[in-house]
């Protein structure tokens, strides 16, 4: 009876090889994990295109005071126009006026001359229209979305209509007096 049972040292050596198989296992199996989820991880990273549309340079040079520009960022419209004196002086007045998505047409604009802004109704995304000269422009010379009567003002503010917010105004820069780079 004696011979037969273990040493002490036996069953410490047991546990030891138990423990080394338990987690060389585990090793072998977070491994087998990550090497399946990284190519699907990797799937969700934005493609090239996407990439390259990222930012967009614009020549604001052949734009001519009181015209409008539609450009693509993202897959989104870009308005840009190079407003007048006088569509500047009636964004400012409308700094007053107690707005539903206030702001200050100064924390619109970096240049009181050109306004950007994304030309999708945030009610629910249509294109408003005013970007031609043959566009009705609402009731305050900006931006007029007949789909739902939304007003948008020369700043791109709603005014009057369903939407609850102005017109969003993309990150931008300008590169130098002629070029501004949008994203």
């Not at 050596?13 to 399946?36: H, K, N, P, Q, W």
């Not at 009636?90 to 206030?102: N, Q, S």
């Not at 629910?124 to 005013?130: A, E, N």
């Not at 000269?133 to 791109?156: L, Q, R, V």
Request: aromatic fraction near 6%; proline fraction near 8%; hydrophobic fraction near 35%.
């Amino acid at each position: 009876m004696a011979d037969t049972a273990t040493s002490p040292d036996t069953g410490d050596d047991d546990a030891g090889r138990r423990d080394f198989l338990v987690l060389a296992a585990s090793g072998m199996g977070v491994v087998g994990v990550a090497s399946f989820a990284w190519p699907l991880v990797h799937t969700m990273n934005p493609s090239a295109e996407v990439l390259a549309l990222s930012t967009i340079e614009v020549n604001l040079d052949p734009i001519e005071e009181g015209q409008s520009i539609t450009v693509v960022w993202q897959g989104k419209p870009v308005f840009i126009r190079k407003r007048t004196g006088a569509e500047v002086a009636e964004a400012e007045k409308g700094d007053a006026i107690d707005l539903r998505d206030p702001q200050k047409d100064g924390d619109r604009v970096q240049k009181p001359e050109w306004l950007i802004m994304i030309g999708l109704c945030t009610h629910l995304g249509c294109i408003p229209l005013g970007q031609k000269g043959t566009d009705p422009k609402g009731e305050f010379g900006g931006w007029f979305c007949p789909c739902h009567g939304s007003h948008y003002d020369t700043s791109g503010r709603i005014r009057k209509g369903p939407a609850p917010k102005n017109l969003p105004v993309p990150p931008y820069k300008f590169v130098d007096d002629k070029t501004i780079l949008i994203g």
